[in-house]
């Protein structure tokens, strides 16, 4: 278990993180969103060690992380970088052995990986002789070849084409189910939701909400959409009992409710509108819900 | 320490497959090969060719083969017809001079050196001689006469004996050393700019942040200097052993008989120089964002090592002078100065502990500071970072 404890940074004036707690859960695909500037890749590049805390700890079974865990773990930074002169065979042999492989094992899982993601012919190329969505490739061979026990990858899917986004979704649910989590940051949130088992969303370098993406799409006040064919589809609903608020949408009304309200007096007083075409509870997307958090609540009144 | 030498070994083998490296191999063959066969392509300048006609000239030129002798060159006497056939052997280039008849030295550019006084010398002797000879005295009294000169030479003052000293010894193993400084500034330059360029690549293709997830920055920065270190060892090693077979084999040039502490100093001071130069370098790669600021930055080491020639090609003149002495001392400049006394024979055994002495403690000393301006300047990658916020 990987578990960030109030940290925070400073840039001058900045605060980058303020306080930042959560963890990720042995085998979990964690999402890690928040608006640009929110300190995601500050956090993760203090999970890997390239950036220091002001305050705070972070964790790794139970132990404060040190040099030794960290170089279990996988690593893809926000601006990609492997040597542009060096064949990506032999660099990723070179980045193996300084997770600690023996040469022999480095050499054998670099082959492997650049064969598992479609670059056999390509190991002895230079890696800036790839195309860019190649060369995204080998940084997530460089980030795998050590057989990590955590992936830490910061936007791992930007710049990839579909297929790329299929392999690599593919290779974080396999290696989730070896019990390897991943942690990663997205600012594509259908994905996200998609994708991970939990999700932390940070703001301001503030944690302002977590947990499964089911516990984060359930609300306490359920949301009820009815579409009515009648003359006023928004009229009917003003005044009824256990309605706290109601928003047109579309051909119908985007109803509130009060948690304890009775939904079979609404079912009656929408049937008595007119004919119910649709009368269902709606759970917000992700990304409606990432909205209502970063945003905050005074802009939801409006 | 096995991550030092994974990342050590990285930096060597990478460099060593690269084309700079090839062709600066390339270069430095060609020119070592191409300086030993210069001399041969050119004729030996210690070789003189005297035409001579008559007996009384012949009797000249040994007086001039004994001259020759005397400055570790060679005469080849030529015996020609007549004034006409020596005329012409001088104008075509055949012989250097002719002596025709004893009496008349012909030249198209003049004598070499001091040989005309001792010509002069020559002639009257053998006049003499002939004259004593028609006054009828017999020739053992006649070379008694001649010969037996009872001047003795007394030195009663020791003017400067230590710098004739040193450059008597310059003059056998000041070529030697002369090439060893040319390649010890070359190696300078070249490879304490290769570590500062490798520190600025790996910011700015971002890969330091990857590989600095896995080492710290004390073994990275540990790891390159040494990588490139022991390449730039090598390179002078190939340059010792190469210049010792156009020696040997290549060139008439005995090699002088302290090549073997002159080699030995050489590489000592290369790696303490390399050692210097090589952290002031990194430093530069630690706050530059971009290959191409490099040069910029690193331009006041340059100048440094370029002054440290400049001064070493001084000390080639005047081995013994204060410049000498006092930069022979400096960290800074001692790696292109020792050399120089070493090979004159005029550093004793203390200066050169001292100075050494000197060299180590400024690398130990620069270790830790570069180690900290390092570590606080390398991931910051995106724009130049000021020295105070690197240390900070
Ligand atoms: N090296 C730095 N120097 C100064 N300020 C920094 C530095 N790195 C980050 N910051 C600031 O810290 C804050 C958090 O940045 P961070 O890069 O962590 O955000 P992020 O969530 O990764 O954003 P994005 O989604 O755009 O990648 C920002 O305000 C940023 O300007
Ligand atoms: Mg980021």
């Known amino acids: 278990m990987l578990e960030l404890d109030d940290l925070t940074r400073h840039y001058g004036d900045v605060r980058a993180l303020d306080g930042l707690t959560f963890s990720v859960e042995p085998g979990q695909v964690f999402g890690f969103v928040g608006a640009n500037g929110a300190g995601k890749t500050t956090a993760m590049r203090i999970v890997m060690g390239v950036d220091r805390c002001d305050s705070g700890a972070v964790r790794w079974q139970g132990q404060p992380v040190d040099a030794d865990a960290r170089r279990q773990f996988g690593y893809m930074p926000e601006e990609r970088g492997l040597y542009p002169k060096m064949p990506c065979r032999r660099q990723l042999t070179y980045l193996a052995r300084l997770h600690g492989l023996s040469k022999s094992d480095a050499a054998d899982r670099a082959t492997r990986w650049l064969t598992h993601l479609g670059l056999a012919d390509r190991a002895d190329d230079k890696l800036e002789e790839l195309s860019l969505g190649n060369q995204q490739r080998v940084q997530l061979a460089a980030a795998l070849v050590h057989d990590p026990t955590l992936l830490v990858l910061d936007e791992p899917f930007s710049g990839l084409d579909p297929l790329g986004v299929d392999v690599m979704s593919e290779i974080l649910l396999e290696r989730a189910k070896q019990g390897v989590p991943a942690i990663f940051s997205s600012h594509q949130l259908e994905l996200v939701e998609r994708l991970c088992d939990a999700v932390a969303i940070i703001d301001r370098g503030r944690l302002v909400a977590s947990g499964t993406v089911a516990d984060l799409r359930r609300r306490e006040q359920p949301m009820l959409r009815v579409d009515v064919d009648a003359p006023d589809p928004h009229g009917w609903v003003k005044g009824l009992p256990g309605v706290i608020g109601a928003e047109p949408n579309g051909q119908g009304v985007l109803i509130e409710l009060a948690a304890d309200a009775d939904s079979d007096a609404l079912l009656d007083a929408a049937r008595a509108a007119g004919r119910v075409r649709h009368f269902g509870f709606v759970e917000p997307t992700l990304a409606q819900r990432y909205r209502e958090v970063v945003v905050g609540p005074e802009e939801q009144v409006a | 320490m096995g991550l030092l030498r994974i990342v050590a070994a990285r930096e060597l083998t990478e460099r060593a497959r690269s084309k700079a490296f090839l062709i600066s191999n390339v270069i430095i063959l060609a020119a070592i090969g191409g300086a030993a066969m210069l001399p041969q392509l050119l004729g030996d300048p210690g070789l003189h060719r005297v035409g001579i006609t ?76 002939q004259a004593l000879a028609d006054a009828g005295v017999p020739p053992g009294e006649r070379s008694r006469l001649l010969g037996g000169g009872t001047l003795t030479v007394e030195q009663i003052s020791t003017p400067d004996t230590d710098r004739e000293a040193a450059q008597d010894a310059l003059a056998t193993a000041g070529p030697v050393a002369y090439l060893a400084v040319v390649a010890l500034y070359g190696l300078l330059i070249f490879y304490g700019q290769w570590v500062a360029q490798g520190i600025v690549e790996e910011k700015q293709s971002r890969v330091v942040e990857v ?125 292109l100065i020792q050399p120089i006394r070493v090979a004159a024979e005029t550093a004793t055994g203390v200066e050169i502990i001292i100075a050494a002495a000197l060299g180590l403690a400024t690398v130990a000393g620069l270790v830790p500071l570069v180690a900290r301006l390092y570590a606080g300047g390398v991931l910051r990658t995106r724009a130049r970072v000021r020295l105070r916020d690197a240390w900070g």
């Open chain 2, 54 to 129: 008559g007996h009384a000239s012949a009797e000249l030129a040994t007086v001039v083969e004994a001259q020759a002798a005397g400055g570790g060159g060679t005469v080849e006497v030529v015996e020609l017809d007549d004034a006409a056939a020596a005329e012409s052997a001088v104008v075509d280039g055949e012989v250097d001079f002719a002596i025709v008849d004893g009496t008349t030295v012909l030249t198209d550019n003049g004598l070499p050196g001091s040989l005309e006084p001792v010509l002069q010398l020559g002639s009257q002797s053998l006049a003499l001689e």
């Open chain 2, 211 to 335: 590989v600095l997830s896995t080492v710290s920055t004390r073994q990275l920065l540990a790891g390159k200097v040494l990588g490139i270190g022991v390449l730039g060892l090598g390179q002078i090693l190939l340059i010792a052993a190469a210049g010792t077979v156009a020696l040997l084999f290549a060139t008439e040039i005995e090699p002088p008989p302290g090549m073997a502490p002159i080699v030995a100093v050489v590489l000592a001071w290369y790696l303490l120089g390399y050692a210097i130069y090589a952290l002031l370098f990194a430093v530069t790669g630690a706050i530059v964002a971009r290959v191409e600021d490099l040069q910029s930055a690193a331009t006041p080491i340059i100048i440094v090592i370029v002054a440290g020639f400049a001064a070493a090609q001084f000390a080639l003149q005047n081995p013994t002078g204060t410049v000498a002495v006092v930069l022979g001392y400096v960290p800074l400049t001692a790696p």
